[in-house]
């Protein structure tokens, strides 16, 4: 099993940034990318930024240019940059993986706990 374990969650003043943190756990052997998802309250669960093996990185076009993914420094681990947060930006996000926990295994998707983000003045 793998666990994903978010941190730097918080509140937040319009303008303001925060850094969100996750750490992937567990039978790991390779990860091919790792994702970043919000769902706002009322609404679906949606999209915000991921990053490949090769870091590769894509965007929701609702935080282009205000987020930035990266490869955290620890193995297994990515970053979000939140910079000049609206409170649209107001909702629990997630960490998500596609991992192989074997050379010759599928890739099974696996989710972290969810961070709560509230932009507010």
């Known amino acids: 099993q793998v666990q994903l374990v978010e941190s730097g969650g918080g509140v937040v003043q319009p303008g303001g940034s925060l850094r969100l943190s996750c750490a992937a756990s567990g039978t790991i052997f390779s990860i091919r990318a790792m994702y970043w998802y919000r769902q706002p309250p009322g609404k679906q669960r949606a999209l915000v930024a991921f990053?490949?093996?090769?870091?590769?990185?894509n965007y929701a076009d609702s935080v282009k240019g205000r987020f930035i993914v990266s490869r955290g420094n620890a193995k297994n681990a990515v970053n979000l940059q939140m910079n000049d947060l609206k409170p649209e930006d107001t909702a629990v996000y997630y960490c998500?993986?596609?991992?192989?926990?074997?050379?010759?295994?599928?890739?099974?998707?696996?989710w972290g706990q969810g961070t709560q983000v509230t932009v507010s003045s």
């Open positions: 998500s993986a596609d991992v192989q926990d074997s050379e010759w295994s599928e890739l099974h998707r696996f």
């Open positions: 990053i490949s093996r090769d870091e590769v990185t």
